[in-house]
């Protein structure tokens, strides 16, 4: 069964809380060049509007390169497994280990939460967490504002993963863990 869609998605709130941030940084910091370099600002519409435009063109360049990249990656992409695993739930998702997020794919068999970096990432590792290790399953923010993340604590380690459904990895994740 595939869980979500094909590329790592956010919510519409979401959505418009990042446009918000990159209009709110990108205004700041030309703002700021603005007065470093000529020593005066321009009016409060031309940051605006500037800061509007740069921000929807900037979300959608980014919004279209994840699409086609990660579903280029769902295509090639298997989840490696041990002799006699079947893989009963499957979906993209991305890992956070320390600061870097690895891209890939989260998987569920019947013991285990499998995940699989796919080759574009800097640090390559398959992760397999046995259900009955895990200590800790609860939705988490990503990125401060995100509500698309599930932390994952066992008795020695944690993992933060970004995914699609969440409601639904959050359900089949919790059944398996009982």
Request: contains cysteine; charged residues 20%; proline residues 2%.
């Amino acid at each position: 069964m595939k869980i979500g869609s094909d590329s790592i998605g956010i919510s519409n709130t979401d959505k418009i809380k990042l446009l918000a941030v990159i209009f709110a940084v990108y205004v700041a910091v030309i703002m700021l060049f603005d007065w470093l370099l000529d020593g005066s600002l321009k009016t409060w519409d031309n940051y605006l509007i500037k800061g509007l435009i740069y921000s929807i063109l900037f979300s959608v360049l980014i919004y279209v390169s994840i699409n086609k990249l990660t579903k280029k990656v769902e295509l090639k992409l298997e989840i490696p497994l041990v002799a006699g695993e079947e893989l009963e739930a499957y979906g993209m998702a991305n890992m956070f280990l320390g600061k870097e997020a690895i891209g890939g794919k989260l998987g569920i068999t019947e013991d285990t939460l499998v995940f699989h970096s796919h080759k574009f990432n800097i640090q390559k590792s398959t992760i397999r967490i046995p259900f009955d290790e895990m200590t800790v399953l609860k939705p988490c923010r990503v990125m401060w504002f995100m509500n698309n993340g599930i932390e994952v604590q066992t008795y020695d380690s944690r993992c933060v993963f970004v995914v699609n459904d969440r409601k639904t990895w959050l359900e089949i994740i919790h059944k398996k863990m009982n």
